[in-house]
C-alpha cells in the first residue's frame, strides 16, 4: 500500500504543462544507481527491457511488452553518473521530457526524477506508476525484484488525484490574476 512516509510527488501545473518530481532516498551508492538507470540488466529489473545511449542524441528504447507502451526517443542531456535527460515518449507522440538526477547522501545516493506532461493527461496515474516503479528500483538494488507493485500503485493514484486537483487550482487562481492584472 502507498504510505506517505515514502516518496511524495509534487505538481505544478503551468499553461498546458503538469510538472511532476519525485524524491527517493536509495541505500545504494551513487553509481551503483546510475548503472541501475542506464544498463540493459539493470532497466529490465525495475522498468523494462531496453537500451539507453549515453550521448547526446542518443536512443532511448524501452518496451513494456504487452501494455503496448514503447519509448523510443532521444537523449537529450547526459552528465555520466549525475544526471540523464531524455523524451518519455515514442515517435511522433507529444514530448514529455523525463530527467533523472542522482546525488550523494549519508549512507546512499538521493533521486530526484522531474517529468513534464500535457495537462491533458492524468498526471496522478503517471505519478503513481513511477512512484511503484522507483519501489521496483529500490527491491532491485536490495538485490530481492518485485513485480509492478499494483495496491501500491492504486492507492498512490488515489492520493494524487486530490494533489493534482491543488496543482490546478492553484494554477486557475494564478491564471486569473494574471488576466485581471492584464485588463
Known amino acids: 500500500m502507498f504510505d506517505l512516509a515514502e516518496p511524495i510527488a509534487t505538481f505544478i501545473r503551468k499553461d498546458d504543462v503538469i510538472a511532476i518530481q519525485i524524491r527517493r532516498d536509495f541505500e545504494a551508492s551513487p553509481d551503483r544507481l546510475w548503472r541501475a538507470l542506464t544498463r540493459p540488466e539493470g532497466l529490465v529489473q525495475w522498468l523494462a527491457p531496453g537500451t539507453i545511449t549515453l550521448a547526446v542524441g542518443g536512443a ?3 518496451d513494456f511488452g504487452d501494455s503496448g ?3 523510443d526517443s532521444l537523449v537529450t542531456a547526459v552528465t555520466p553518473g549525475q544526471r540523464l535527460e531524455y523524451g518519455w515518449n515514442g515517435p511522433g507522440e507529444t514530448p514529455r521530457p523525463l530527467c533523472w538526477e542522482i546525488s ?4 546512499g545516493a538521493r533521486l530526484t526524477l522531474s517529468l513534464s506532461l500535457p495537462a491533458s493527461e492524468d498526471a496522478g496515474r503517471a ?3 513511477w512512484v511503484a516503479h522507483l519501489e521496483m528500483l529500490a527491491a532491485a538494488l536490495a538485490e530481492v525484484p518485485i513485480r509492478f507493485p499494483f495496491a501500491s500503485f492504486k492507492s498512490a493514484r488515489e492520493a494524487y488525484r486530490v494533489a493534482v486537483a491543488d496543482a490546478e487550482a492553484a494554477w486557475a487562481i494564478s491564471a486569473g490574476q494574471a488576466a485581471n492584472a492584464a485588463a
Open 60 to 62: 532511448a528504447q524501452l
Open 69 to 71: 507502451i514503447i519509448i
Open 104 to 107: 550523494p547522501i549519508d549512507g
Open 127 to 129: 505519478a503513481a506508476g
